[in-house]
């Protein structure tokens, strides 16, 4: 069984509509975490960081972590065509510095 | 400001060779960090380099090697290569080596195994 597990869509949306991307993780020495965002044949582009349990906000995007479930989430509002690419999440904890653990990536597509 | 730079962009490799990849880092960070992407898969953190030493390693093969240089600049060499080797390979920079840093991606490096 992988340490982080995401759902694995594809996801296909309306423009306009809320997302809701979300993984699973196995290693209660996680800490951080991060949503990544990538385009095809692109490399990821680091949407939102965060530490510990709690929501944080960014624009249209609100990162959400809950620790006692190992359980992560990201929220996109108000979803845009641009938004449609593969979104990652990645992990990562203190005594294993440095190395981030990705799930498999969630395909979205928001449709004008 | 540029931001993490790696070339070459594409590469086609015979099986058994032996190729170099290159990782210029974000201005003002001194590690690096490489992936192994396969299609359809997140990144497999290959190790991580900081003041021109491994720091950390993932689950590869010796034939998976790597350099970092002075001005903070790496290398990621590939020997024997197999036919699996295939893949995007991304380089990530961070200032310093710990988890509560952010990193970011480079565009990466398609190598294709024929």
């Known amino acids: 069984q992988k340490e982080v597990e995401q759902d694995p869509g594809p996801l296909s949306v309306p423009e306009g509509a809320i997302v809701s991307l979300n993984c699973t993780y196995s290693n209660s020495a996680f800490q951080y975490f991060m949503w990544y965002r990538q385009y095809s044949r692109k490399g990821p582009e680091l949407l939102m960081y965060?530490?510990?349990?709690g929501n944080k906000e960014d624009g249209r995007f609100t990162a959400q972590v809950d620790k006692s479930s190992k359980y992560i989430s990201l929220f996109i509002r108000d979803s845009q065509p641009s938004d449609s690419a593969t979104y990652l999440c990645?992990?990562?904890?203190?005594?294993?510095?440095?190395?981030?653990?990705f799930g498999d990536g969630t395909t979205l597509t928001v449709k004008p | 400001d540029a931001g993490v730079t790696q070339s070459p962009t594409h590469l086609i490799k015979t099986r058994g060779q032996q190729v170099t990849l290159r990782c210029s880092p974000k201005s003002g960070h001194d590690t690096v960090s490489w992936y192994q992407q396969a299609l359809g898969q997140g990144p497999q953190f290959i190790f991580q380099y900081y003041e021109e030493e491994e720091r950390q390693r993932g689950n590869f093969p010796d034939r998976f090697s790597g350099h970092q240089f002075p001005n903070y600049s790496s290398e990621l060499n590939v020997n024997a290569l197999l036919l699996g080797d295939s893949a995007l390979y991304l380089c990530?920079?961070?200032w310093g080596p710990g988890a509560n840093t952010e990193a970011f991606f480079g565009q990466g490096t398609r190598l294709t195994v024929v």
């Open positions: 990645a992990m990562s904890s203190n005594t294993n510095a440095g190395k981030s653990t």
């Open positions: 965060t530490y510990s349990s």
């Open positions: 990530a920079s961070s």
